[in-house]
């Protein structure tokens, strides 16, 4: 069931906000979205056709609507993030970090918490924090956390009326909260709350609390723990010194967004700083199969994904503004239980580090996906923009014409996909000299390079009407504003004017386009003239192999050829027999009939008494 067969439920949809999912004729849904109201934007859908191929894709695979109205956009979003967590729909942008970092977890829904590590997030109350890049630095935080506090590293059930302590305890390693009398639960309560900043890299606040804790252990002269306490400052703040130089204090606790869009995919490169500091970075990549392509579609299905198991800071910067940021805000402040800020910076150290994390999406970008794809696909809409085509040439035909003098006239058409030769689909033409008259015109006979192209194209054109496809996104012409004129002409007698064609002239290489005077003209070394020099070279080669190979079938071919009845086996069994034309032709009866036959050797023998 295609789209415009649920227009009428589509014009019954209410004006409100809410959530709208497509599915499959299997039932599967296959994408999800928001809307601040439904009715205007699932009826946008009518008209989206030819925004993108990903788009035409989900457009041809809908056959059903299913609408949730929610109280608000806030609401909606995250509705929406439910689903796609749970339904996982193919269209939706999916991202994901393959390399599976860990995490630390307190575990603060116990009575006295341990830190373990963890390798995902889930629901029930503790606290999560990472993932740490490279997954040492998790054990490390762990150890930390035990060396500089005394968190237990054990699992059992603690009520603090065990007898004595264990070896943790002894060797300096854990502060007993297992026994009241040693460490009472306000005080592990206290251990608890620097591991937890310590774990967040809120290294600062950290310091400063352990120096606080420290004088009031030696006014009250409990040296051993304001040692101790000591010792734990001095190491955090040696952690504090060696950790990234890339550190603005005035920032405080946020997190920074870069993003690259390409043809292949998206890549977001996530710093989260904590006291001005970025004390980690997390990469995220998107599926090749959303239908969402501009920067602000990526980037708000990024953010909605990457807090849906993690705490948003108070601010988070973003490289370009998202559809609803205030719904997302409110969102964000919900699962926070804060003011949550989203901010485009645009001057700064701010705007200066959403500029670095940009930086390392695209390097991130070109590693990940095949650069030499990449290329192509630039190149690709280098040329959309050029040329003002309304989608991006995905499919380019390119033809040739190959000829000695006007004699064994032939062509060829080659066909790049995705900036790649698509050998399958190639084609080769013998041109017969005839160009099909259009309304009121007389047959035109000749094999000069503008009716052999004129004749190529409608031939091939018509056929491609009749099978209803495939259909160029482009067609590229071996030659200059001649063979574009012609190959118009082609398409126009074959009903298909309304393809976009252009040519590119040899020596000169410029492109010409219908109805402008001057040509394009494009750097030697940009990546679109390369390319369609490369296809045009391509399409060059199959038409001179072609013609060669014509030449030499005509060479091959004798006067043998003519004669009824005589096919490429009982020629070559009479050239052998007899060594030449002329040798058949003084060949008796009797011979003749030895080699071929009789029925065969009656048509030789009366062929050369009409010609003799």
Known sequence: MPITDLKEQISRLPEQ????????????????GKASVLRDRVRSYLGARGNSPRIDLLLDEIAALEVIVTDSVAEALALENQFIKQRTPKYNILLRDDKTYPYLRLTTSERFPRVIVARSVEAGGDFYAGPFAPARLARRTMALAHTLFGLRSCNETLNGKRDRPCLEYDIKRCIAPCVSEICSEARYGEAVKSARLLMGGRTDELAGSLKSRMAEAAEAERFEEAAQLRDAMRTVEELR???????????????????????SGAVLQVFGMRGGRVVERVELASNPGGAAESEAQVLE???????????????????VAIEDMEAVEAWLSSRAERRVHLLVPQRGDKRALVDLATRNAELSYRTRFNETEIA???????????LSLPAVPRRIDCFDISTNQGSDTVASMVVCQDGRMARGQYRKFRVRGMVTPGVGEAPVFG????????????????????????????????GGAGQ??????????????????????????????????????????????????????????????????????????????????????????????????AGVRRATREELDAVVGVRAASAVLDYFARSA
Request: zero cysteines; aromatic letters at 8%.
């Open 17 to 32: 906000p809410g959530v709208y999912l497509w599915g499959n004729q299997a039932g599967e849904t296959i994408y999800v």
């Open 241 to 263: 010194d060696r950790q990234q130089k890339l550190a603005t204090p005035a920032l405080g606790d946020r997190d920074v967004f870069g993003l690259k869009v390409g043809p």
């Open 301 to 319: 299905a990024g953010v909605q994904q990457f807090y849906e198991d993690r705490v948003p800071p108070s601010e988070i910067h973003l490289p």
């Open 376 to 386: 192509n696909f630039e190149a690709l809409e280098t040329l959309r923009a050029v």
């Open 447 to 478: 094999a000069n390079d503008f009716l052999s192209m004129r004749e190529v194209v409608e031939r091939r054109y018509r056929k491609v009407m009749e099978d209803g496809g495939p259909y160029p996104d482009l067609i590229l012409i071996d």
């Open 484 to 581: 574009v004129s012609a190959a118009y002409d082609g398409l126009e007698s074959a009903g298909a004017g309304a393809l976009v064609a252009v040519g590119i002239a040899k020596k000169e290489e410029v492109l010409f386009l219908r109805g402008q005077p001057d040509p394009i003209v494009l750097p030697p070394t940009d990546p679109a003239l390369l390319l369609i020099e490369r296809i045009r070279n391509e399409a060059h080669r199959f038409a001179v192999t072609f013609h060669r190979k014509a030449r030499s079938m005509r060479d091959l071919r004798s006067e043998l050829d003519t004669v009824p009845g005589i096919g490429p086996r009982r020629r070559k069994a009479l050239l052998t027999a007899f060594g030449s034309v």
